[in-house]
């Protein structure tokens, strides 16, 4: 009788193991596309990600390079004080955006030119994503807000 319990309760034990891992499995399988990498501009120009990699890419829109196309098209560069990135976005930007303003764009890096998908702006005058404000701090070019 002791054997009949333990050998079911080891089955029990296996069984939850395995729902475990199977479950686990299927969670990263359903997030592989919706997890994406901060990057800034000078991790991105020493090492390029793929064509087909989306990743997000922040620091700063450098001054006098925002050039608004025909419609919705926008150019700019992003800069973390070391290095630029051009970045191509079609779409409404938010009304926060601007030169010398941090922001963080969703998109690929293709041929040279990061294409958006998506522009996200800091959203009053003391807010700089976590990401941007490491980046910049890195680069030595980063300042306080003062209050």
Do not use: C, W
């Not at 359903?30 to 997000?56: C, H, K, L, W, Y």
């Not at 700063?60 to 191509?88: M, Y």
């Not at 010398?100 to 041929?111: A, D, K, L």
């Not at 009053?124 to 306080?144: I, R």
Request: no cysteine.
């Amino acid at each position: 009788m002791k054997s009949l319990k333990k050998q079911r309760r080891i089955q029990v034990i296996v069984m939850a193991a395995v729902a475990l891992v199977l479950a686990t499995g299927l969670i990263g399988y359903a997030m592989r596309d919706g997890i994406n990498f901060f990057r800034a501009p000078s991790q991105v120009i020493a090492e390029p990600p793929s064509e087909t990699e989306v990743f997000r890419l922040g620091g700063l829109v450098e001054a006098g390079s925002l050039v608004r196309g025909q419609g919705e098209s926008v150019r700019f560069s992003v800069t973390d004080g070391g290095e630029s990135v051009p970045v191509v976005f079609t779409g409404v930007l938010p009304d926060l955006f601007g030169e010398n303003q941090g922001m963080i764009g969703t998109g690929r890096y293709v041929n040279g030119v990061f294409e958006a998908s998506e522009i996200l702006a800091k959203h009053d005058e003391t807010y700089m994503p976590k990401e941007v404000m490491d980046a910049l701090k890195e680069q030595g070019v980063y300042k306080a807000p003062e209050s």
